[in-house]
């Protein structure tokens, strides 16, 4: 059964990936998620004056800040350096949403997956924790990897 997860030993023990023999390359990965909202709630967020503040410019922040500490949140991931984390939060008007991409990059021994997935999801959570006043039914969904680029399993794009 552990065979083929990385994080499992033969025992099926947890366990840190060895990442020391693999070359440093340039590594890339996209990811996106979305927050659907009442159609008033939408408005509040993109006219910038919630209670709390901008709620985009917020979850953006909040987005880089915890891309930045992703192996310090999910407890098998190796810190690695950011060469470049980007965040950016769009409207979708026809599914009253706000759509979450993060862009991350780094020059490294392993993927940076991760660090573009929690960017995501705590943009999410910020998007909701500032809004949740206003509408307490939002869903945040499909969270998922875009794509990635790099190293020795190559390139994905998602389907």
Not at 79 to 104: G, H, N, P, Y
């Amino acid at each position: 059964m552990a065979g083929d997860l990385t994080h499992l030993d033969s025992r099926g023990q947890a366990r840190m990936v060895d990442v020391g023999e693999k070359p440093v390359t340039a590594r890339e990965a996209v990811a996106q998620g979305q927050v659907r909202m009442k159609r008033e709630t939408l408005d509040k967020a993109l006219a910038g004056n919630a209670k709390k503040g901008s709620v985009l410019a917020a979850a953006e922040f909040a987005g880089i800040m915890a891309a930045k500490r992703t192996a310090e949140l999910i407890p098998l991931c190796h810190q690695i350096i950011l060469s470049s984390i980007r965040v950016e939060i769009a409207a979708q008007e026809a599914d009253s949403a706000l759509l979450v991409t993060a862009w991350a990059k780094t020059q490294g021994q392993t993927g940076v997956e991760m660090e573009a997935l929690t960017a995501v999801s705590v943009a999410c959570l910020t998007i909701y924790d500032m809004l949740k006043a206003s509408d307490r039914a939002m869903v945040i969904e499909a969270i998922t990897l875009l794509e990635k680029h790099g190293g020795a399993s190559g390139d994905y794009l998602r389907p």
